[in-house]
């Protein structure tokens, strides 16, 4: 069987799965309802879609964050997967929020640059400008001395951890479940950020390639619009998620998914007819995206000496 026969997946038996693991975490966390962040993006209606099959429409809430640089039409597909599935929504603008913080002088754009199709131009640009071995998003994803670098990290990244505080606020308010959105094809380039959308008690489809993702939207009859479109953290004007990892969510999920059943670079590129260079780059986005995965380091003491009784 072939890398692109063992992609492939059951959406019918996912979706089951799913749907179940979803119902029983909702038992053993003792909660009433759950509640996740609805982008208008193919995973969190793939979420919404599981949700609304698990339980009561009334139970499930999806919150809606749109800010000054989230494409308009973010909010209005997120609304229409709303309607599809018939669930509650929140809309809360984070622009406020963020401009508490000063996080939109970090980037001074001039007035005239905020029209969106603009700025996404000059971002698809600048992006342009490097080789993907040395984009910005691998340069940020272990520390860097760029202090420009670490001013777009600074701008996006708490755009993230905004949306996941407002969760878990409203989550307590309503004793509700927060599911995370993320996939596996994110987490394992580590295409997400740490305490942000990385952040849920449970994570239902995160165990599927992007492409799968897709598979079960289409099962689950998302909207096709939000099916077509070019997935994007939207956080940016112009960054989507392909432009940001350099390949191809189908080129990457067949690489990863070659890598995880242990299969040699050469194997890869003679089965995939990619070049080498392309594997070692997804190797690389994997290997210095480790931490992100794990739990904060701990200090384990060696030699603590004797105990003082007082």
């Given at each position: ?234 956080l940016i004007p112009g960054m989507t998620d392909e432009l940001v990892l350099g390949l191809p969510y189908e080129k990457i999920d067949l690489i990863l998914l070659g890598l995880d059943k242990g299969m040699n670079e050469y194997t890869i590129a003679k089965e995939l007819n990619i070049r080498r260079r392309a594997i070692e780059y997804v190797k690389k986005l994997n290997k210095l995206s480790s931490h992100m ?18």
């Open positions: 069987m072939t890398l692109v026969d063992e992609l492939k997946i059951d959406a019918e038996k996912v979706a089951e799965q799913a749907i179940n693991f979803i119902k029983d975490k909702i038992k053993a966390f003792k909660r009433n309802g759950v509640i996740f962040g609805l982008s208008g993006g193919l995973d969190s209606s793939c979420i919404a879609g599981l949700c609304a099959r698990a339980m009561d429409r009334e139970k499930i809430l999806g919150l809606i964050m749109p800010e000054r640089d989230s494409s308009p039409s973010s909010s209005e597909d997120a609304e229409k997967v709303a309607e599809v599935f018939d669930i509650k929504t929140l809309s809360i603008d984070l622009t406020p929020i963020l401009e508490k913080f000063g996080l939109y002088e970090l980037l001074p754009i001039p007035e005239g640059v905020l029209n969106h199709k603009v700025w996404a131009a000059i971002t698809r640009g600048s992006y342009k400008i490097f080789p993907k071995s040395k984009s910005p998003f691998v340069g940020g994803l272990l520390g860097t001395k760029r202090s420009w670098l670490r001013q777009v990290e600074t701008y996006y990244r708490i755009k993230h951890r905004i949306r996941m505080v407002n969760l878990y606020y409203y989550a307590e308010r309503n004793n509700y479940l927060v599911i995370g959105t993320s996939n596996k094809t994110e987490n394992m380039t580590g295409l997400f950020v740490k305490y942000g959308d990385g952040a849920a008690d449970i994570m239902p489809i995160a165990s599927l390639y992007k492409t799968q993702v897709r598979a079960l939207a289409e099962y689950l009859d998302v909207p096709k619009v939000v099916i077509e479109k070019k997935p994007s953290p939207d995965r794990m739990m904060p380091e701990e200090l384990v003491l060696t030699d603590v000496g004797e105990l003082v009784q007082v």
